[in-house]
Structures are given as C-alpha cells and as structure tokens.
C-alpha cells in the first residue's frame, strides 16, 4: 500500500479541478441565504468540530428543532445546554476559532455543513433568550459564517441512517455502565448508573 503525501498525488487519482461539477461549487454560499436557513431552522441536530492544542474534537449537539438561532445572515447562536462539564470544544474556541458544524434533519438526505469562526458569550440576557422551562445555557457560541453549502445525500443512502430497517438493537452493545465499570475498574458504573440514566437525563435535560 502506497501512501499518498502531497495534493498532486490525490490530484492523480482523482482528477484535477475540472474533475470537480459545477453543482458541487455552485451550492458554496458565504452567507446564510434563505433556504439555507430552512434548513438551519428545521434541524434538532449538528456534529459541531472544533481544534485546540490537544488536538480536533467533534461533538454532538441536540436540542428542539431550530435550537441554532439565525442572528443575521452571517451569524450563527448556539447555546451551549447542560452536559458533562468537560468543555472540550468550548476550550478550543477560546484558543482557536476555527469551527465546522454538519446539520442533520431526521428522514432527510441532505446535510447542511456550515464553517467559520467563533467566540463564545455569556451576556445575560442573550443566555436568557434561550431559557427552556426556565433553565438558560451558561454560555453561547457566536459563529460567523464563511461558507455554508449543502451535502449530497450519498452517504445518508449508503448508511441508511434514516431507515427503521437499519436500527440497531441496543441489547447488542455494551451499555454505558457496563463501558465505565470496566474503564474505571468498577469505581462508577454499572447497572446503577445505566438504571437511573432515564431519572437523571429529565432531571438535567436543560
């Protein structure tokens, strides 16, 4: 197996920029257009990418549908809900603003990729802008948009995300306790953790 090192290698194999359809640059926007925004505000789920000093981490982001607010046509609000505290992606935006986030809508094909730079805020009365059931994130993220295009449904087809017939059974994978009961040799854990998991997620949900 050869490895590939420069870009003129990758050019070979698959052609050079002519190689490349007008459809996949014409759908290139540096702003949010208005059917850019259908998609932005319909959408209950993002991967949000991010790099720092140790390194690229990509995260999941889930909230009520349109839960990324369109603040203008080139920025982007994302509140930042109650997790585990690690903060890894907010810790990279502090140092690095550099940030990619892929929209996906339940039972569509196409996801919406958006790239630009970001800052994160606490203003009190933008983190109470988005109070749910009383409870405001402890920060927002603050994208301005560089590009924002569309991607072709090809991959959602081929895993067939979307597809009941392609659920998998969770009785087939380790459950989350079992994986930390092992990783931690049984310091936390366990049936414990994955029976109250249903209680805590409400309690802490917002």
């Known amino acids: 197996m050869a490895v590939i090192e420069t870009a003129a290698d990758l050019r070979r194999i698959y052609g050079g920029a002519d190689a490349v359809g007008e459809a996949s640059t014409a759908k290139v926007a540096h702003h949010v257009t208005p059917h850019y925004r259908r998609f932005i505000e319909a959408s209950p789920f993002l991967a949000l990418a991010t790099s720092g000093p140790e390194g690229l981490d990509c995260s999941p982001r889930g909230d009520l549908p349109g839960?990324?607010?369109?603040?203008?046509?080139?920025?982007?609000?994302?509140?930042?809900?109650?997790?585990?505290?690690?903060?890894?992606?907010?810790?990279?935006?502090?140092?690095?603003?550099?940030?990619?986030?892929?929209?996906?809508?339940?039972?569509?094909?196409?996801?919406?990729?958006?790239?630009?730079?970001?800052?994160?805020?606490?203003?009190?009365?933008l983190l109470g802008s988005f109070a749910v059931q009383g409870k405001a994130p402890r920060s927002v993220m603050v994208v301005t948009v560089r590009e924002v295009y569309?991607?072709?449904?090809?991959?959602?087809?081929?895993?067939?995300?979307?597809?009941?017939?392609?659920?998998?059974?969770?009785?087939?994978?380790?459950?989350?306790?079992?994986?930390?009961?092992?990783?931690?040799?049984?310091?936390?854990?366990?049936?414990?953790?994955?029976?109250?998991?249903?209680?805590?997620?409400?309690?802490?949900?917002?």
């Not at 597809?163 to 059974?169: I, M, Y």
């Not at 994986?179 to 109250?196: C, F, H, K, N």
């Open 150 to 206: 569309f991607q072709c449904a090809r991959a959602l087809i081929r895993s067939g995300l979307w597809r009941a017939d392609s659920h998998v059974d969770p009785r087939s994978l380790p459950t989350p306790g079992q994986i930390l009961a092992e990783m931690s040799q049984g310091r936390v854990g366990g049936d414990t953790y994955d029976r109250s998991w249903g209680e805590r997620a409400r309690d802490t949900m917002w």
């Open 67 to 125: 839960f990324v607010r369109v603040a203008d046509s080139e920025t982007l609000l994302l509140p930042d809900r109650r997790g585990n505290n690690r903060i890894d992606s907010l810790l990279n935006v502090v140092r690095d603003p550099r940030v990619g986030l892929m929209f996906l809508i339940p039972g569509i094909g196409n996801a919406l990729r958006v790239n630009g730079h970001a800052v994160i805020e606490d203003d009190p009365a």
